[in-house]
């Protein structure tokens, strides 16, 4: 039997909190290989010009400046984030792109302290599966919407599609003598990954006319040892799981997960499957 994981958000908002720099340092690496989805994400919350849209869970950013740059000087992005230290990363790189448009705001998604009705869209790059109550956290952005306004999410899809996450996790718990957990504990990597059910937590927060999509987003890297470089620098949940090792212990799960990598290697390069589920809905 799996062993419940008891992710907490303050947990959670301190493993990002640590690993603010790796993820903001790693951004290349998340473009390349999200960029395409954000695009789908972007036309499943109805992006425009003129737009006030809400980015939850934003991170260092990245997703927060191309809408920045989609809604134009007539339109403004709130960056929101569980984590100061991510969210600082955010706020910089918005000036530095000149972008004006952009606040940053320091909230759990789960109680967004926001005015209500005063978004005409939202969107959740990565973010909603960490929250130990994801359903709060769509009423709470639900709340923010303008009667009309969509909401798109994206969250990884379940482990038999993503043995990238799969091999990763269950490795570093293996080597750092933990018990396996369950895929799908709240707060988890693939939490929201069972097919159906971020349409009934959007059912039940209140949105309409819910549409869904799977999407295929390989990472593609020279080799295993980029995807395991980019793992240590920038995934924090995993990061974690071996933080208590010794320095050869923890070299010894790196090496084990990257060696299972390995398996992924093709005549172009290191391809590993990655499979991510849109969902978006009208409040
Ligand atoms: C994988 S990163 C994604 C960041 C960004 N959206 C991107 O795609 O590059 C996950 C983000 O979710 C944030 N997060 C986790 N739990 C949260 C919560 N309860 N409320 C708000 N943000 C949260 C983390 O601080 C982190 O910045």
């Known amino acids: 039997m ?20 790796g993820w903001h340092r790693q951004g290349a690496v998340v473009r390349d290989w999200l960029h395409l989805p954000t695009k789908v994400l972007f036309e499943m919350a109805g992006i425009a010009p003129g737009q006030a849209v809400l980015d939850v869970a934003a991170g260092a950013g990245d997703q927060t400046l191309d809408l920045a740059g989609l809604v134009g000087p007539k339109g403004r992005v709130v960056a929101t984030d569980i984590s100061p230290a991510i969210l600082t990363h955010a706020a910089a790189a918005a000036l530095a792109a000149g972008y004006l448009n952009v606040e940053t705001h ?12 005063s978004f005409d869209a939202a969107i959740c790059r990565l973010g909603l599966m960490f ?11 639900h709340h923010t919407l303008k009667p009309g306004a969509r909401l798109a999410v ?11 996450l799969r091999i990763t996790m269950g490795t570093a718990l293996r080597h750092a003598g933990l018990e396996p957990r369950d895929p799908f504990q709240p707060g988890s990597l693939t939490s929201l990954g ?24 390989p990472f593609r890297l020279p ?8 793992l240590r620098d920038a995934a924090g949940p995993v990061i974690d799981i071996v933080s208590h090792l010794s320095a050869p212990a923890k070299m010894a799960a790196w090496a084990a997960i990257q060696s299972q990598l390995e398996a992924f290697q093709t005549d172009d390069g290191w391809v590993g499957p990655n499979s991510l589920i849109l969902t978006a809905g009208t409040r």
């Not at 799996?2 to 720099?21: F, G, I, V, Y």
């Not at 069972?194 to 987003?217: N, Q």
Request: aromatic share 6%; glycine share 4%; with cysteine.
């Open 131 to 141: 929250l130990t109550k994801p359903q709060a956290g769509l009423a709470a952005i």
């Open 194 to 217: 069972r097919p159906g059910d971020l349409e009934t937590l959007f059912a039940a927060a209140g949105f309409k006319g819910i549409t869904s999509t799977r999407i295929d987003a």
């Open 223 to 230: 080799k295993p040892a980029d995807y395991v470089a980019f």
């Open 106 to 117: 320091v909230a759990d998604a789960e109680d967004l302290a926001l005015p209500k009705a």
């Open 154 to 164: 994206m969250v990884f899809a379940a482990p038999d599609q993503n043995p990238c």
């Open 2 to 21: 799996p062993a419940a994981q008891h992710q907490t958000n303050a947990a959670t908002r301190d493993q990002w909190e640590a690993n603010a720099s």
